[in-house]
């Protein structure tokens, strides 16, 4: 699958002009004109390069990109029709990888895009905190995209999904309660009886197993919680 761009940009002749010429140089390319739709395309579909104009009406660039760089390593290049040298520094800061000012030739943030590609590429092998690859099965899970990858398709998955397949593939063979997994999402104000958890689980168990009944990687302690079965032991 090709690799995905957003772009969060509120004029819609240069989002239109700027997305038809990434498309063209073989990128996956989705739109969007604010922060509300950009939050809606990231939970559906992570993408691995955003480019994201700084002076967006309502949340703007700066606070998306020290939001976005809090939650993952997506990659970020800020847009901007200021020149303003202190609103570049502190983009920076926050945690943007790089960026342009307007008006920009395309060519060069094609390249800029390129190379920014190819470092989170690296980044996403380095051997640092949890494995950003997770292979199982006929499954791969990408920690960096936020999907399970398999021979036959790609699953993406939302954000739940993905910190209860994160929590339990990072403690395989291991039983994690319900209220263990949820306080590993951030969530230590989950009611005992609530069963977000467990509808979660299901989601997951529909995109990864062949029976999601009969599950073989995802399974139910009765009474305890779930647990991951080990890939290093199947």
């Known amino acids: 699958m090709s690799q995905h761009i957003l772009i969060v940009e509120d004029d819609r002749t240069t989002r239109m002009r700027l997305a038809a ?3 063209g140089q ?3 390319v989705s739109e969007a004109e604010n922060a509300g739709d950009m939050e809606a395309i990231i939970e559906a579909d992570p ?10 009406g309502g949340k703007d660039g700066l606070t998306i990109t020290r939001e976005q ?9 800020l847009l901007t029709a200021r020149d303003d040298q202190i609103d570049k520094i502190i983009g920076l800061e926050m945690g943007a990888d790089d960026y342009v000012t307007k008006p ?12 920014l590609m190819a470092r989170i590429a690296d980044i996403g092998q380095a051997p640092q905190g949890p494995a950003p690859i997770v292979d199982f099965g006929p499954w791969c899970f990408d920690r960096i995209r936020r999907r399970l990858i398999s021979a036959a398709r790609v699953e993406t998955l939302t954000k739940q999904e993905f910190d209860v397949m994160s929590a339990l593939a990072d403690h395989p063979g291991q039983t994690l309660s319900r209220a263990r997994l949820a306080e590993m999402m951030g969530r230590e104000a989950l009611r005992s009886n609530d069963r977000m958890i467990d509808v ?10 062949r029976d999601p009944a ?20 199947v």
């Open 69 to 77: 760089r809090a939650a993952s390593r997506v990659g970020i290049i």
């Open 26 to 28: 073989g990128y996956r």
């Open 21 to 23: 010429y990434l498309r």
């Open 104 to 115: 920009f030739d395309k060519r060069e943030l094609a390249a800029r895009v390129k190379n």
């Open 200 to 209: 979660v689980v299901g989601r997951l168990r529909k995109k990864l197993e």
């Open 47 to 56: 993408p691995e390069v955003m480019l994201v104009d700084i002076n967006l």
């Open 214 to 233: 009969n599950p073989e990687w995802i399974l139910t302690e009765h009474g305890k919680g779930y647990h991951f079965v080990d890939p290093a032991k």
